[in-house]
């Protein structure tokens, strides 16, 4: 049996939760240039960036705004929903963020996390290597003319290792969260990258069961992603850092 789809998961608990709450308030923190998950007509949405390009290719969100993720520029307990879809990865100071999605959700509210899995070949091979790497690895191994330009999706990676799933769990119950789900699984760069190369598909499907066997079961070096959704709690634990100041 094939495992869960975490994206459809993720989606599941979201639409469980706006169910029960009309008019709700989604925040996509770092929202890029579209929607990841899908949300009721009468959600209100407000879609946050730091990248302007990346704002102004934005379809589909009612309310965007340029701001930074570490420095939310909304008031706190605004949002039933808070979704940060592959932002994590490209911060210096990921807890900064985490705390803001903390001080943003109002109480019960989910937290959607979308992010590599740093300690995979992938994150490995992202963390380890320039970013002029990355470009043309994008282009010429991936088939990707966009990486490197404006119309990318595509940005430098700091990769912090306290984002591995281990360490993001204890993080994120510092800063008044319940892990409801947290899923690894192989992610649309490796499967595009099987899908394009026969080789690589070899080498990946090797390195998978290799890591596999070594590790009686518990380490899948090829589980390039992970999708995890959180819970808040109200009031945050005692001595938990609370992000910016209140607004």
Not at 110 to 138: C, D, E, M, Q
Request: aromatic share 6%; charged share 20%.
């Amino acid at each position: 049996m094939p495992p869960p789809d975490p994206v459809a998961g993720a989606q599941s608990a979201v639409t469980g939760l706006l169910s029960t709450r009309p008019r709700a308030r989604v925040l996509e923190a770092g929202c890029g240039a579209r929607s990841h998950l899908v949300y009721p007509d009468d959600a209100r949405i407000t879609g946050i960036d730091i990248f302007l390009p990346q704002l102004r290719r934005h379809e589909g969100t009612a309310q965007l705004a340029q701001g930074d993720v570490t420095t939310l520029p909304v008031r706190s307990a605004a949002f039933d929903v808070a979704v940060c879809w592959d932002v994590l990865e490209h911060l210096p100071q990921p807890e900064a963020a985490i705390a803001e999605l903390a001080r943003v959700l109002r109480p019960g509210g989910l937290a959607v996390l979308a992010l590599p899995n740093v300690v995979s070949l992938k994150g490995l091979v992202t963390r380890f290597t320039p970013w002029w790497f990355h470009v043309w690895v994008y282009r010429r191994v991936l088939g990707d003319g966009s990486a490197g330009t404006d119309a990318s999706d595509q940005f430098r990676t700091v990769m912090r290792f306290q984002l591995r799933a281990a360490a993001l769990r204890r993080l994120v119950t510092r800063h008044g969260f319940d892990v409801e789900a947290l899923q690894l699984y192989e992610g649309p760069v490796p499967q595009h990258l099987r899908r394009r190369h026969s080789v690589a598909d070899v080498l990946l499907t090797a390195a998978s069961v290799g890591t596999r066997v070594l590790s009686a079961g518990r380490y899948d070096t090829t589980q390039s992603d992970m999708v995890v959704v959180l819970r808040r709690h109200d009031p945050p634990p005692r001595g938990a850092v609370t992000g910016a100041t209140r607004r």
